[in-house]
């Protein structure tokens, strides 16, 4: 009884919070319900009519572009700035909270921030281009080009949530043992045999850890593409979750959005499941 008191408030929060909208998504979608009519049944067609939407298929590409693209940049930059400042010195610790400091900006907050940044008129990505002489006109960079909007986008992805990253690296290459570290050095390793043969396999489940964190976030971006683009040019940066928000309130299609949720809910399954083999294997 104990241990259920412990767990309970856990538990209660699951179900709350979890289980419950799951259920309650997984009804929506067999139904045919927006704001202002009742639902009515329709079984399936949600997910039958999804498969036919070319449209979903375009957000469903672009989505895994987007994330093909940020993820490496993620994981190799993060971790690369985690080999430099995993040394606990003045210096590294003031450079790791500056990389740090963007991850504590909310996700919003920040794509508001590069939207002023990537501004035509304003912005100061378009002067310092301009001072340089890489470009004789300002740059409309964001909404009518799927590629520089693309680029403007994740540039500010990647100055967010790096250093998010780069932390758990950090943590992971210090709890290497030092008799380790140290054998190696009496042992003649360089620095490149180091990393690839000792620091690299000990911290590979952490490794997997901030890729599966980071596919995760790709594949539910929002925020930064309906502030910064609202999916223009013609939908061309629409991804997999602002197609699910466009159906669900402007269009008022709740079963049909439900069902999308479905869909994007059984493919990050499918990752964390991958994610978990993979782990189970290094550990092995």
Same mark, same amino acid.
Request: no cysteine.
């Given at each position: 009884?104990?241990?259920? $008191?412990?767990?309970?408030?856990?538990?209660?929060?699951? =179900?709350?919070? +979890?289980?419950?909208?799951?259920?309650?998504?997984?009804?929506?979608?067999?139904?045919?319900?927006?704001? *202002?009519?009742?639902? !009515?049944?329709?079984?399936?067609?949600?997910?039958?009519?999804?498969?036919?939407? !070319?449209?979903?298929?375009?957000? #469903?590409?672009?989505?895994?572009?987007?994330?093909?693209?940020?993820?490496?940049?993620?994981?190799?930059?993060?971790?690369?700035?985690?080999?430099?400042?995993?040394?606990?010195?003045?210096?590294?610790?003031?450079?790791?909270?500056?990389?740090?400091?963007?991850?504590? *900006? &909310?996700?919003?907050?920040?794509?508001? /921030?590069?939207?002023?940044?990537?501004?035509?008129?304003?912005?100061?990505?378009?002067?310092?281009? =301009?001072?340089?002489?890489?470009?004789?006109?300002?740059?409309?960079? /964001? &909404?009518?080009?799927?590629?520089?909007?693309?680029?403007? #986008? *994740?540039?500010?992805?990647?100055?967010?949530?790096?250093?998010?990253?780069? #932390?758990?690296?950090?943590?992971?290459?210090? $709890? *290497?043992?030092?008799?380790? +570290?140290?054998?190696?050095?009496?042992?003649?390793?360089?620095?490149?045999?180091?990393?690839?043969? #000792?620091?690299?396999?000990?911290? /590979?489940? %952490?490794? =997997?850890?901030? +890729?599966? /964190?980071?596919?995760?976030?790709?594949?539910? $971006?929002?925020?930064?593409?309906?502030?910064?683009?609202? &999916?223009?040019?013609?939908?061309?940066?629409? +991804?997999?979750?602002?197609?699910?928000?466009?159906?669900?309130?402007?269009?008022?299609?709740?079963?049909?959005? $439900?069902?999308?949720?479905?869909?994007?809910?059984?493919?990050?399954?499918?990752? %964390?499941?991958?994610?978990?083999?993979?782990?189970?294997?290094?550990?092995?």
């Amino acid at each position: 009884m104990v241990g259920l $008191a412990y767990v309970g408030p856990a538990l209660l929060f699951v =179900l709350v919070f +979890t289980v419950y909208p799951l259920v309650r998504m997984a009804w929506m979608s067999l139904h045919n319900w927006s704001l *202002i009519t009742p639902p !009515r049944w329709v079984g399936l067609d949600n997910y039958t009519r999804a498969f036919d939407d !070319r449209q979903f298929w375009v957000s #469903i590409r672009f989505t895994m572009e987007y994330t093909l693209v940020v993820t490496p940049l993620l994981i190799v930059g993060g971790y690369l700035l985690a080999l430099l400042l995993a040394r606990n010195t003045p210096v590294r610790r003031l450079t790791r909270t500056v990389v740090f400091t963007p991850v504590v *900006i &909310g996700l919003g907050v920040s794509s508001l /921030l590069w939207y002023w940044l990537f501004s035509a008129d304003f912005g100061l990505v378009n002067k310092v281009l =301009l001072d340089l002489g890489v470009i004789s006109d300002p740059v409309v960079w /964001l &909404g009518v080009d799927a590629d520089r909007s693309n680029l403007a #986008i *994740i540039a500010s992805v990647v100055w967010k949530v790096i250093g998010f990253g780069m #932390i758990l690296f950090v943590g992971a290459i210090q $709890a *290497i043992p030092t008799d380790i +570290t140290e054998a190696s050095l009496v042992d003649g390793a360089n620095a490149r045999q180091r990393v690839t043969r #000792i620091i690299l396999p000990l911290t /590979l489940r %952490t490794v =997997l850890l901030v +890729t599966l /964190l980071s596919v995760i976030g790709s594949l539910l $971006a929002f925020d930064q593409f309906y502030i910064m683009t609202a &999916g223009q040019p013609q939908n061309e940066t629409a +991804t997999s979750v602002f197609f699910v928000y466009l159906n669900s309130f402007p269009y008022l299609r709740l079963g049909y959005g $439900a069902a999308l949720s479905m869909l994007l809910a059984l493919g990050i399954l499918a990752f %964390t499941v991958v994610q978990l083999l993979l782990t189970r294997r290094s550990h092995a």
